[in-house]
Nanobody
Framework: QVQLVESGGGLVQAGDSLRLSCTASARPGDTYAMAWFRQAPGKGREYVAAVNYNGELVNYVDFVKGRFSLSRVMANNTVFLQMNSLKPDDTAVYYC???????????????WGQGTQVTVSS
């Protein structure tokens, strides 16, 4: 069983930055691919970015490329999503997810955090 704890959400203005973090508690030696999804009010949960189990491969959805950056600290199974040049359309609950192999679909991940709210005002 893997538990994920997210932090770092908040209320910011358009153009500002936020950094989200997610720490996975797993058995020693276990490593997981980790991803971020987001869900805006009235919409489905959509993929944002993912990093593979060893941190060497990072993938982003097109609409965040150049603005968001995903990094990973292997020592403590923590990932950071640095979000720059935020837009009102980025307003959503951001969820961290983990699985043995990375994917871009919600169904690809068994383990999920509780989510952290990001609100961007215009």
């Amino acid at each position: 069983q893997v538990q994920l704890v997210e932090s770092g959400g908040g209320l910011v203005q358009a153009g500002d930055s936020l950094r989200l973090s997610c720490t996975a508690s797993a058995r020693p030696g276990d490593t997981y691919a980790m991803a971020w999804f987001r869900q805006a009010p009235g919409k489905g949960r959509e993929y944002v970015a993912a990093v593979n189990y060893n941190g060497e491969l990072v993938n982003y959805v097109d609409f965040v490329k150049g603005r968001f950056s995903l990094s990973r600290v292997m020592a403590n199974n923590t990932v950071f999503l640095q979000m720059n040049s935020l837009k009102p359309d980025d307003t959503a609950v951001y969820y961290c997810a983990a699985e043995s192999v990375s994917g871009r679909l919600r169904a690809d991940y068994r383990y999920w955090g509780q989510g952290t709210q990001v609100t961007v005002s215009s």
